[in-house]
């Protein structure tokens, strides 16, 4: 347009803050959507409060639950993951707090809970609204009063755990089927960040591949890559997210 100057106005002006950290732990972006993630994330990690992290597959969600673990008090503590995406449900009990020898068939030795494992430290249910619904209560509980029963255990055992969750499920819409619990929904979502997928943020790119290259151990390969071979990665969807990246 030559020496004309356009300037658009919202109908509606609001002020947006973006904060100027582009990273939390290893997790990097410069848009303003994931410099607000950070800025939320950045609040919520000296604290014990439970963090629910959702997006879709490949976004990362397990990386940001163990940087939220290192900006934590318990980052020399245990971090202990549980992916409730691949507990059968007929073992969900046992699989979340463990079981004594001989509790039931097939039971031959004992089995510690992950969070007697994680005990000081966090544990991180990865998949959270896979976990079938008769076992939610029970986690609920255990959530609630810090404490857990093994299956075929009389006592309770007090626990000390940050809990952090992550989910590619709309939970919300979840417990309105009737699939998730409400009360077990608003206890591990405490503080909730929902992460972007790649392809809503595809001026990250060059950033995430220059911190993939460098990670690999190269850290001039980056300018190595010509502008079109960037251009190519920046019109792709990414189904994947940064996984498939």
């Known amino acids: ?15 947006v803050e973006v904060p100027e950290v582009a990273s939390f732990g290893p997790v990097v972006g410069n848009g303003p959507t994931m410099r607000s993630v950070f800025e939320r994330l950045r609040k919520a990690g000296p604290t014990d409060l439970t963090v629910l992290i959702t997006g879709e597959t490949g976004c990362g969600k397990e990386l940001v639950a163990q940087a939220i673990h290192q900006a934590s008090n318990r980052a020399n503590r245990p971090f202990i993951v549980v992916d409730c995406g691949a507990i059968a449900p ?3 009990e046992s699989a979340l707090f463990g079981h004594e ?5 097939g039971a031959i030795e004992k089995r510690v809970s992950p969070f007697v494992e994680a005990d000081g430290g966090t544990i991180f249910l990865d998949e959270l609204g896979e976990l079938p619904v008769d076992v ?3 986690l ?20 000390n755990v940050r809990v952090l969750a992550a989910t590619r499920r709309d939970l919300v819409r979840e417990v309105n089927e009737g699939n998730f619990r409400s009360d077990l ?3 591990v979502a405490q503080v909730k ?10 001026e990250d790119i060059p950033l995430l591949v ?32 940064v996984r498939e990246l």
Do not use: C
């Open 1 to 15: 347009v030559g020496d004309t100057m356009l300037e658009f106005t919202p109908a509606q002006p609001e002020q």
């Open 90 to 92: 007929s073992l969900a």
């Open 101 to 105: 020898r001989g509790s039931f068939t």
């Open 136 to 138: 939610q209560p029970k």
């Open 140 to 159: 609920l509980r255990a959530l609630a009063e810090q404490r857990i029963k093994a299956v075929g255990s009389k006592t309770y055992r007090p626990v």
């Open 185 to 187: 929904y608003f206890r």
């Open 193 to 202: 960040v929902e992460l972007p997928p790649l392809r809503q943020r595809l």
């Open 210 to 241: 220059r911190k993939m290259l460098a990670d690999m151990g190269d850290k001039t390969a980056y300018d190595r890559i010509p502008n079109d071979s960037l251009e190519r990665l920046m019109r792709h969807d990414w189904p994947g997210n």
